[in-house]
């Protein structure tokens, strides 16, 4: 019998058996985390469009160097595989090219772990061409010491998770190719950050404020970046929805206009090597006069995800920058489990589909500009000082004194560090 449509796409899916150790290290300091990380793990997978069949936890004094969960429990796995039809096993932790090789052979699956599902996404979502080359980037140093690890893996056809981005045929290359197109794509993104720092440094001498919103993936910062700006970005209720930074403009209360840019989302156990090849995009953050902690008041873990978003902050250099942090979807949340919503530091309670709360975050905003108010008295003929003076700050008052205008003046710290020095000689 000819095999129907339905056939060969239920063929061709990827189905999955999810699999997490834990460790006798896990159950005493981090059991809470290791179980909310395997419900993350399944989100990745259904991110990924992989169907869940099954879900395993195997508890162990420490990994197996050799199976990983142990041989016993891949022969459980097996039989439990072939029960299920699985044609792929998830594994919550990263494993090494041996691990990967015995458990290819053992099970006859193609063997993919939390870090390699991560940087599929990415290779996903990834839409310019800096995002596109941080991508492959960081797939081919993940992918370079554990070569020897994914032989069926790499032979299996019809692509799918762990083929994408740099693709087959560059992955079934010896060493040497490989790191041949590392240093072509170090190149290549040299080039691409040349231009964003010089594009920074622009925006930079002009004293524009600039503000970033970080957080935990799918916490609401593209949401809270289109109902603030109501820019025409991507908002989807999924992990890394939103992979290469969008930056727009955003109208103040006081008529002043800042940047406002939407940064990736961190999760827990963020691939090193991705923070290294996004880190020219995470620059956004370390340029930022302000950084918006956008937290999902509504997650049950917000407390640990709060934590991973401090850590990644510090591994850029960016953790000692002004802060405030947001907890949003407070719609979400009873009255009682909102009053529990505090700090570290500056904080607020909002929802980004409330236009009052959106107003006061603005107001919030404006207040952590903060600045200088200044009184000038300018001669009336120079018009070309009294343009500057509307141009860099808000005007509150204006009185003509014979010759001369005397203007109050409220400027931000970042325009009076750049243009208050022509206005100087005027101040009062």
Known sequence: MKPTTHDVIAAAEERAILVSLLTQEDRKSRARQAGYSMEELIRLAETAGV????????????????????????????ELSEALNANMVLFDQELSGVQVRNLEEALDLKIIDRTQLILDIFARRARTREGILQVELAQLTYLLPRLSGHGKNLSRLGGGIG????????????????????????????????????HR???????????????????????????????DVLVENQ???????TSRLLKL??????VLTDTVGFIQNLPHDLVAAFRATLEEVLEADLILHVVDSASTMREEQMEV?????????????????????????????????????????????????????????????????????????RGDLLAQAYRIGEVTSSQTDGEEIRLTVQIGRPEYEVHGHALKEYEV
Request: proline share 3%.
């Open 51 to 78: 169907s869940v069949l099954d879900t395993v936890v195997q508890s162990r004094e420490a990994a197996d160097s050799k199976w990983f969960i142990g041989k016993g429990k891949v022969s459980e796995l097996r």
């Open 163 to 198: 083929t994408r981005g740099p693709g087959e045929s560059k992955l079934e290359t010896d060493r040497r190719h490989i790191r041949s197109r590392i240093r072509d794509l170090k190149r290549q993104l040299a080039e691409v950050i040349r231009h964003r720092t010089l």
């Open 201 to 231: 440094a622009r925006r930079r001498k002009t004293g524009v404020y600039q503000a970033a919103l970080v957080g935990y993936t799918n916490a609401g910062k593209s949401t809270l970046l289109k109902q603030l700006t109501h820019a």
């Open 239 to 245: 992990l890394f929805a939103t992979l290469d930074p």
């Open 253 to 258: 209360p006081a008529g002043k206009e800042i």
């Open 309 to 381: 978003v401090q850590q990644v902050l510090a591994e850029l250099g960016a953790q000692g920058k002004e802060q405030l942090t947001l907890f949003n979807k407070v719609d979400l949340c009873s009255p009682e489990e909102r009053d529990l919503l505090t700090g570290p530091g500056d904080f607020m309670r909002l929802s980004a589909y409330r236009a009052e709360d959106l107003d006061k975050l603005k107001e919030r905003i404006q207040d952590k500009i903060g600045g200088v108010s200044l009184e000038y008295r300018i001669p009336a003929h």
